[in-house]
């Protein structure tokens, strides 16, 4: 079946530090890809996406890239801040079917 | 504008009661859905509708599990006879229509299960 697996946190950093939080995913098919931000006390938003092999999401200074060969989709910040403190979702959607399907979630806290 | 809306935000419920969630989703939105979040976990699927149709309800844990979007706007998810392995955090998100549209989430209701 599909499923997204991502490394195990928490993640502990000191601002400016570079992030990585890691997402692997299983899938048939061309799933869309998603990384989804949960901050403390909010709803899940949606960070960033990628719909095909090589494409590149971005937002807020975040970026994965669509690995296909490697079925990947890892998120990466060049200097995290206090702010970016929340819980990082990685998730997929299958051509064809509405339901998103969500990683466990990485825990990410940044200390001033 | 605003967002999605669920209530009640907590819910505490003896085992065997039957609990109602509401969610309003953003106006105009065509599709729903429901999410479970257990604690520590990322949010599984429950069940989708378009407009007042339900076209997947393949995550919906057991019988117990019900959910409605009658006119085509408010969705309630019903739970019947609760057990404890139910406390979770029940996610309402919208979209605009199919496909390749952003999923908006609303805070979600937490619900315990005494």
């Known amino acids: 079946g599909n499923s997204v697996t991502q490394m195990e946190g928490p993640v502990t950093l000191s601002e400016e530090a570079f992030l990585t939080i890691n997402c692997t995913y299983t899938a048939t098919g061309y799933p869309s890809l998603f990384w989804y931000v949960q901050y403390p006390g909010e709803g899940l938003q949606l960070l960033l996406k990628a719909t095909k092999a090589d494409d590149k999401g971005s937002n807020k200074g975040f970026e994965a890239t669509y690995r296909k060969e490697t079925t990947s989709f890892h998120l990466e910040k060049g200097s995290v801040q206090v702010s970016d403190s929340a819980v990082y979702f990685c998730?997929?959607?299958?051509?064809?079917?509405?339901?998103?399907?969500f990683g466990k979630g990485t825990k990410l806290t940044v200390n001033p | 504008g605003a967002g999605v809306s669920q209530s009640p935000r907590y819910k505490v419920a003896k085992r065997g009661q039957d609990v109602a969630l509401r969610c309003d989703p953003i106006s105009g939105h065509v599709s729903l859905f429901w999410y479970q979040q257990a604690l520590g976990q990322g949010p599984e699927f429950l069940t989708y509708f378009q407009n007042e149709a339900q076209l997947d309800k393949s995550g919906l844990p057991s019988d117990r599990f019900f959910a409605e979007r009658p006119e085509g706007s408010v969705s309630t998810l019903k739970i019947q006879r609760t057990q404890q392995e139910d406390s979770a955090v029940y996610l309402c998100?919208?979209?605009?229509?199919?496909?390749?549209?952003?999923?908006?989430f609303g805070p979600g209701t937490r619900l315990t299960v005494t």
């Open positions: 998100a919208s979209s605009v229509v199919r496909d390749n549209y952003e999923q908006y």
């Open positions: 998730a997929l959607r299958k051509g064809g079917s509405e339901k998103l399907v």
